[in-house]
């Protein structure tokens, strides 16, 4: 069996394949500007020996006149047609960085929380701006490139053949041993070129956690140990680079060395024939002229392959994550649900992490429009059980039905409909206030907006901004306070208007006064809607239609505040340790 999977990555050129072959005209176009240019650098090394032969020995005057005519126009060829290949070649490279980027950025998105989890949000970043420019490079300047030599290298053998067939014979043998280093310094490159690519990630993920967690950085005077952790993370980038300078470098002196063995014995061979008789100085210059011309192209395809090299490694990186299969797959006829209330129930639920279960065994039943609360110690499988609701995780065995419907047969896009969530963190967007509240749903109008506003307790601290709700929060709503974000992300459920609600922790993060606001933006929002809480302190949720003790990932206490209380379990100890009773 082959240690490369072979077609995987086939596969994956062929995609890059596909997208250039998409921008055709222009590649075309492109193309016609390369043959002009090798044309136009044929033609130089063409012109040389009636230059010698014709003007000055033969001193024809009529020649004198014509040929450097003949020159302007060639050089001016050469110079639009070099204007248009880079043009049309940067705009085919560019077009091919933007689908590209699209696609990555697509399937990020369409991928589950369990992707997120185990990728770090640097190294995907890392993707779409890093290993896409890499692959553009590769596009817009490695095969831009190629193609051009490759053009005039033809151009250049059919000048050599012609003056001298023989001479050009020997010229040539020289060739298939040149391009034995390019591929083996190319395999080189594209090894180190990986490594300094996932490198370079790593530095990105460093830079995000160190720059979004910076104040805990200073707050626990950590600035010296992040430094020299960054300063770590650098000098492995460094020590990659430099190796790949070091394959790059070597690459360029054994194609010099080897074309001046092919010169030096043109010149010999070709000077003993201008010597005896054979060949005259114009067509020895000229043929010269050409093979000077054509180790340049052959010597810079070296340079080329390296570029291409560190652009299919990035390929490989990029694909990996295009081709990433869903954990979470759609049916294949799903049901659309209508937006009214629903009732939920889990049926026999196992879920876990790898192997470790988190709930076992979970059997409830919620009806449409009932407040649930969902209370336990940390780690016991409470944000698990309602993660599964909008499937961001599958279940592991069991179901989950909405209306009798397995939830695996309800259309993804119709089942996150029918859900408004609010966590604990408060998730906002560096964006004005009304394009936060409106986040899902992006037609509403002002005065909806406002409504939502309102019924959130937003409104009295939006009113006294300046720009009210154009107002830019900032990043992560850094320019508001913790009880502010909070009401902007219940408005934003609110305006959602999502028939079931799912409150993740939503005020234990919060002081008194703030929690008091928030709380009665709640029972705004939870009014008529299914509703799971999962609450902390236990006084938040006294108004739950039934409670849920979770232990271990098992149910093991149901029943409203005062049936709890009076059955002296689970929910009476947390209780008793929240209050001192």
Known sequence: MSAFPLPPIRSRYRQLLSLIRDAW????????????????????AFLVKPVLDDIFFKQDLVMLKFIPIVVVCIYLLRGLSMVGQEYLMNHVGQNIVRKLRNQLYDRIQDLPLSFFQEERTGVLMSRITNDVTIIKNMVSTAVTASLRDCFSIVGLIGVILYRDWKLALYALLILPVAFYPVVQFGRRVRRVSTGCQEAMAEMNAFLHETFAGNKIVKAFGMETYEKERFHRKTFDLYRLEMKAVLVRALSSPVMEFLAGLGIAFIIWYGGYRVISGTSTAG??????????????????????????QEGLAAADRVFEIIEKPSEIQEAEHPV????????????????????????????????????????????????????????????????????????????????????????????LFN?????????????????????????????????????????????????????????????????????ILILDEATSSLDSEAERLVQQALENLMRGRTTFVIAHRLSTITYASRIVVLVNGEIVEEGTHAELIEKRGEYWKLLQMQTGM
């Open 336 to 427: 659309i649900l209508p937006k009214t209330p629903h009732a939920v129930r889990f049926r026999d639920v196992w879920f876990g992490y790898g192997s470790t279960m988190v709930l076992k065994g979970i059997h409830l039943r919620v009806k449409a429009g009932e407040v649930l609360a969902l209370v336990g110690m940390s780690g016991g499988g409470k944000t698990s059980l309602v993660n599964l609701i909008p499937r961001f995780y599958d279940v592991s065995r069991g179901a989950i039905l909405i209306d009798g419907i397995d939830i695996r047969q309800i259309s993804i896009r119709s089942l996150r409909e029918q859900i408004a969530i609010v966590t604990q963190e408060p998730i």
């Open 25 to 44: 005209p222009r590649l075309l176009m492109a193309m016609g500007c390369m043959l002009v240019m090798a044309g136009a650098t044929s033609a130089t």
């Open 283 to 308: 067509t020895f210059f000229s043929f010269m002229a050409a093979v000077l011309m054509l180790y340049d192209p052959v010597k810079k395809l070296s340079g080329l392959n390296n570029t291409l």
């Open 431 to 499: 964006d004005t206030i009304r394009n936060n509240i409106a986040y899902g749903n992006p037609n509403a109008s002002l005065e909806q907006i406002e409504d939502a506003a309102r019924a959130a307790y937003a409104w009295e601290f939006i009113d006294k901004l300046p720009d009210r709700f154009d107002a830019n929060i900032g990043e992560l709503g850094s320019r508001l306070s913790g009880g502010e974000k909070q009401r902007i992300c219940i408005a934003r459920a609110l305006l959602k208007d999502a028939p």
